[in-house]
């Protein structure tokens, strides 16, 4: 509606601007509803980007889980002395040589590190039922609080999660230097207490043997 002079009359033309006034606060207020975008410190601190961070393919995929498995036995592994606690853990240790070589053989059957995965199979499945008559005659010894490895078995643990290679044999052989380290650290420390004989037969042996063991995967790598 027009007036006579060519304008819209002053009632028509004040509610125009009560509606634009409107509808940019309807605008400014949906604007600051919406979550501002997360900034990158808080998408690589995320979840999603963590578990971003651990191989779920790969060379290292098949040795995960034994690890895990591994980590947890050996950590629940605790007698009464230091003596049963380091057979006890290194039962769980061993087996999990075993079942990581074992998975090797599984993936790489003609791998170049065949015979030692399977000479590692052979040592430890020996050397873990030599512990376990151990820890069956000394069966009084479980159940306890001495643990003087805790921190040698976190240090193992966190090495071998992270050590991998080009293919599931360098990946095997780089853990297992790892994994062996991890036993020469607890043999050494058990050694500072042991009374007990064939802990301390036992415990000198693993030292020597797993001290081999990482010279002759250490060739191979560097071959």
């Known amino acids: 509606m027009l007036t006579n002079n060519g304008l819209a009359p002053p009632w028509l033309m004040t509610g125009a601007a009560i509606a634009i006034l409107g509808l940019a606060g309807c605008n400014k207020s949906n604007e600051s509803t919406e979550a501002p975008a997360a900034t990158a410190a808080e998408s690589a601190a995320s979840p999603a980007s963590a578990n ?33 606690t380091w057979a006890m853990k290194m039962m769980a240790h061993h087996q999990g040589g075993i079942d990581m070589s074992r998975a090797l053989l599984n993936q790489s059957p003609n791998g170049p590190m065949h015979d030692m995965a399977q000479k590692t199979m052979d040592m430890q499945t020996k050397d873990r039922a030599e ?24 240090t193992m ?63 191979k790598l560097g071959g």
Not at 61 to 76: G, L, N, R, S
Not at 160 to 181: L, N, P, S, V, Y
């Open 131 to 154: 512990l376990d008559k151990w820890v069956q005659a000394h069966a009084g010894g479980q159940g306890g609080q001495a643990n003087p490895f805790a921190e040698m078995e976190a």
């Open 52 to 84: 971003a961070a651990i191989p779920a393919s790969g060379p290292a995929a098949a040795f995960m889980p034994i690890e895990t498995d591994m980590k947890q036995k050996m950590a629940a592994a605790v007698g009464s002395t230091v003596e049963s």
């Open 157 to 219: 643990s966190q090495k071998m999660m992270a050590a991998t290679g080009a293919d599931a044999d360098q990946t095997w052989a780089r853990k297992m230097i790892e994994h062996h380290q991890g036993s020469i650290d607890m043999s050494k420390r058990v050694l500072q207490d042991a009374k007990d004989p064939e802990i301390r037969r036992m415990a000198q042996k693993t030292i020597d043997m797993q001290t081999k063991e990482i010279a002759e995967l250490q060739s």
